[in-house]
């Protein structure tokens, strides 16, 4: 077996486990929602723009945030449920920006749609606004080659996987994903940290995103 | 009782591993669960499992329930009933005979664990007795639509607590302490979930003389009028015309729960003229309720209201179809034509209940979805690691948390 270059700054696989907060808050029209978004918490905006990807984990990617999903199936507005949908999460670095960008879709939407105020959800289907708390934990993975992290990608939780592509670099606004970060830093491997952090995650059920992850990695290895 | 590890070839090693991580984090913390039954209902069914196995990943659990006499219990079923938006008064006699019990139960019993979590409205004043511990209290109802009179009355209670937890978003209120979604969950090594062999299967159809000879239609629930036993066999009779079938309505009551004779009377009568309704009032007996969901060609769950329709998850996990009010916690277990069929009325369900029995390929493919969906959402490794993070969470205030 080909042996893998072993670096001084081990890489701490940490796993992110979440409760849901409910605020009380709930949206009947379009106005509403728009409204509630501007005031609502970042950790709220956060929860509904990736909850989706982790209830529906393993099964076919479901639209990627619950603004899309209501707006469509709730208020009938499809236009608006399919430029929500597309939003490209992965471009955004801070949770702010995304904000703002729903906003901005959302107001030039009305603004063109002047009617789409006028419709309402029934009581039982309000949107209803939740925080995501996040409990962040180191696991006993600690990997100092490449070998070793495609094999530890293979163990740890999809929660793990999640928190590494997902949180880190929105969340805790560090630009990059951990991974990328880690094999560019470890190993000055720019082409196989660009090809992680090319992937757009969000299109991938967790699962899928792991076995895509652990295919980029072995054929790295390999070369 | 199974233990942690037989966990693992259903939910994977890593989500173990993540609980007796986050166990660790509770090391030294005294945990007491209150509620106001050993037995029956959703409620006592879940602690029974979980305790143990808390136990296991070193949570230091107890569980405790409170007494009350019948008066007491008519009371509670009344407010029951009131939160769930029926029409009804609420008297002063009724709060006199629910704060007097409650007083009984606050002398009477040790809260002095690190944690108290108490369990819906029964035991809900032992709060008064708070001194410096942590009290988290989880409502089991829906409360989307409450009576206001009682709600007022209870809030101030609600209030004192930390928190508070509900099963499903549409039953948040504006209170002034955290509010946390947690779902319930089903143990899949439970009597009621384990696989059956289909020799299991067919004896428990024989002891109730339920023949084989047509698809069965199945709702397992209370005989409660918000459980709409009799709307189900609207339902049965509509569908009839069209698809000869059978219909079982089986569940047992509750020991806080009185009102269930004057519905299962209401539900025979209705039932009697016809030989293909099986009315069966059962004693506690989870292989055989598993048998039936097992036997069953369709499941229905046509609740009116639902604290959260665990019933559904035990369905989908059993790879059923399903055709369930749009109601409570029920559209958070199925995603319509997607892992399940949700309806709003006697002919939705109907419609649905038909479809589903002409178009089995349609079915089976439902079924498939939701026991993936329960795998990953509703099973009760997931609801240990959302309680062990709302007990975390009562000494944490931040929205991230690095333990």
């Not at chain 1, 949770?95 to 959800?121: C, D, G, V, W």
């Not at chain 1, 039982?124 to 006993?140: A, L, M, N, Q, V």
């Not at chain 2, 009799?230 to 020991?255: F, M, N, P, Q, T």
Request: net charge neutral; with cysteine; proline share 4%.
């Amino acid at each position: 077996m080909k042996k893998t270059k072993k670096t001084v700054k081990p890489f701490v696989f940490y796993t992110r486990l979440h409760l849901s907060q409910m605020t009380g808050l709930r949206a009947a029209n379009i106005s509403q929602l728009m409204e509630l978004i501007k005031q609502v918490s970042g950790s709220c905006i956060y929860h509904h723009t990736h909850r989706f990807l982790q209830i529906h984990q393993y099964l076919s990617p479901e639209p990627p945030n619950d603004f899309a999903y209501w707006v469509n199936y709730v208020l009938g507005e499809d236009e608006l449920g399919e430029r929500l949908a597309s939003i490209d999460t992965v471009q955004f670095s801070s949770i702010r920006s995304l904000r703002e960008k729903i906003i901005q879709t959302i107001e030039n939407y009305i603004e063109n749609n002047p009617l789409a105020k006028l419709r309402f959800s029934r009581k039982d289907e309000e949107f209803h606004f939740i925080e995501s708390i996040s409990f962040i934990i180191p696991t006993k993975y600690s990997v100092t080659t490449l070998r070793d992290f495609s094999r530890t990608l293979k163990k740890v939780t999809i929660d793990s996987i999640y928190f590494h592509i997902f949180e880190s670099r929105l969340r805790l606004e560090k630009q990059n994903n951990d991974f990328s970060a880690w094999i560019d830093d470890a190993f000055g491997n720019k082409i196989l940290a660009d090809s992680i952090a090319r992937l757009d995650p969000y299109t991938h059920t967790l699962e899928d995103l792991r076995k895509k992850l652990i295919n980029i990695v072995d054929n790295a290895i390999k070369k | 009782m199974p233990y942690i590890e037989d966990y693992i070839s259903i939910v994977g090693q890593s989500v173990i591993d993540d609980l007796r991580l986050i166990a660790e984090k509770l090391k030294g913390k005294k945990i007491l669960h209150i509620n106001s039954t050993a037995v029956g209902g959703g409620v006592a069914e879940i602690l029974n499992r979980m305790n143990p196995l808390l136990r296991e990943l070193n949570v230091d659990t107890r569980w405790d329930v409170i007494r009350g006499g019948e008066k007491f219990f008519n009371v509670t079923k009344k407010f029951h009933n009131l939160l769930h938006g029926k029409q009804d008064e609420l008297t002063d006699e009724d709060i006199d005979i629910f704060l007097s019990t409650g007083k009984e139960n606050q002398l009477n019993m040790d809260t002095s664990s690190d944690i108290v979590y108490v369990h819906d409205p029964q035991p809900i004043t032992l709060v008064e007795k708070r001194n410096g511990n942590k009290w988290l209290w989880r409502c089991h109802v829906d409360v989307s639509n409450p009576n206001q009179k009682l709600w007022s009355f209870l809030k101030q209670y609600i209030e004192r607590y930390d928190a508070a937890v509900f099963s499903a978003p549409s039953f948040s209120q504006t209170l002034s302490i955290r509010q946390y979604l947690i779902s319930p969950s089903i143990d899949p090594l439970s009597d009621k979930n384990k696989d059956l062999s289909s020799e299991e299967i067919s004896k428990v159809l024989e002891h109730y003389q339920v023949p084989v000879d047509k698809p069965l239609i199945t709702q397992i629930s209370r005989f409660d009028r918000l459980k709409d036993p009799l709307g189900v066999i609207e339902v049965y009779k509509l569908v009839k015309r069209y698809v000869d079938c059978r219909l079982i309505l089986a569940g047992g009551g509750a020991s806080d729960d009185p009102e269930g004779a004057q519905v299962l009377a209401e539900v025979n009568q209705a039932a009697k003229e016809d030989k293909d309704i099986h009315v069966l009032l059962m004693p506690q007996n989870d292989i055989h309720i598993n048998a039936l969901q097992r036997a069953s060609t369709v499941i229905i769950q046509k609740s009116i209201k639902e604290g959260f329709g665990l019933t559904v998850s035990e369905a989908l996990w059993k790879a059923k179809p399903v055709v369930a009010s749009n109601v409570g916690g029920i559209p958070l277990q199925i995603t319509h034509r997607y892992s399940g069929l949700l309806c709003r009325s006697i002919e939705g369900a109907a419609f649905a209940v038909k479809q589903l029995l002409n178009s089995p390929n349609y079915a089976k493919q439902l079924g498939k979805n939701g026991k993936e969906h329960v795998r990953n959402n509703f099973l009760i490794t997931r609801h240990i690691r959302d309680y062990i993070l709302a007990f975390l969470s009562l000494y944490n205030k931040e929205h991230i948390v690095n333990l």
